[in-house]
């Protein structure tokens, strides 16, 4: 199992890394898990951009959907990914670097705000998206095929920097692919001044589908997406907590607001958490 060093080199930035809610919807409870959970209740899945700032460079992880998606899937957007990382000081026309966790609608769709941006993608994940598995419906419902070809375009534009596996973007930023819910899915591991954080995006949506675990029904491999919940507590270095789920609407409650008025949008993940994670890891 991978497990990332106690510390990165000498002058390896401590980044600061914000998750900024862009959407929702209700849902029930069960349509989270493979495995059916008896307490069933309406829920919430929270759509999220993350922003990570440090060493004189700005990434941006996923760029969500836009407004035609939403209305398409009933989706709830509030803002547009492109405004949201805005609440956190970014512009997006100077955007140089998005990391595209996978390119599900929900994560690739705001791209023509971002004009300067170049896009980190696992090679594995745009093979998925444009091949044999996108004939079965159950595989490609998440995806947009106009949001898939505009990576197309992208690559033609040499806007894409294939990823095979692991890479460190930026001194302290590394990207590692998960695979499980997508081929291709990929998490990122950013050195804070809390040691290793681990934005997961879809290898692990809630708390509970890594905790219990009882995965997530949209899945490519049951086993891998297993796997994965073990190669991302090794990406934390052991200190599970320092794991971020991809939609989970606690992460909000849990972590600092990055100001008093964005309270119920946008946290600093670098930073202490103010709620008990130990609960949500289900610790006693
Ligand atoms: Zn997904």
């Not at 209700?26 to 060493?55: C, L, S």
């Not at 692991?166 to 499980?180: C, D, N, R, T």
């Not at 809630?206 to 675990?213: T, V």
């Not at 607001?257 to 600093?268: D, F, P």
């Amino acid at each position: 199992m991978y497990t990332a060093p106690n510390t990165p080199p000498a002058g390896t930035p401590e980044y600061e890394v914000y998750a900024i809610k862009y959407g929702d919807h209700t849902r029930m409870r069960q349509d989270n898990f493979i495995f059916k959970d008896p307490h069933d209740e309406a829920t919430t899945i929270d759509f999220y951009v993350w922003v990570i700032t440090g060493g004189g460079r700005t990434f941006v992880v996923d760029i969500g959907f836009e407004e035609q998606e939403a209305k398409a899937r009933d989706r709830q957007l509030h803002r547009l990914p492109s405004e949201a990382v805005r609440l956190v000081g970014v512009d997006p026309a100077t955007v140089e670097d998005i990391i595209v966790t996978h390119l599900h609608y929900d994560h690739c769709g705001d791209m023509s705000p971002f004009p300067k941006a170049r896009f980190h993608l696992q090679e594995s994940e745009m093979n998925y998206a444009t091949g044999k598995s996108m004939t079965h419906q159950p595989l490609r419902h998440a995806y947009n095929v106009d949001y898939v070809v505009n990576f197309v375009r992208a690559v033609y534009d040499d806007r894409v920097n294939f990823v095979d596996g692991v890479s460190e973007l930026a001194p302290g930023i590394f990207v590692h692919h998960i695979g499980g819910h997508t081929a291709g899915i990929q998490s990122v591991r950013v050195w804070t001044r809390k040691g290793w954080l681990v934005v997961a995006s879809d290898a692990t949506h809630f708390y509970d589908n890594m905790a219990i675990p009882n995965p997530f029904p949209i899945v490519c491999h049951v086993g891998h997406m297993l796997d994965g919940y073990d190669t991302l507590r090794g990406m934390a270095g052991g200190n599970v907590h320092n794991v971020i789920p991809g939609h989970d609407p606690q992460v909000l409650s849990l972590f600092p607001a990055a100001s008093k008025e964005l309270e119920g949008i946008a946290v600093r993940l670098d930073a202490d958490p103010i709620g008990d994670l130990s609960k949500v890891w289900r610790e006693s």
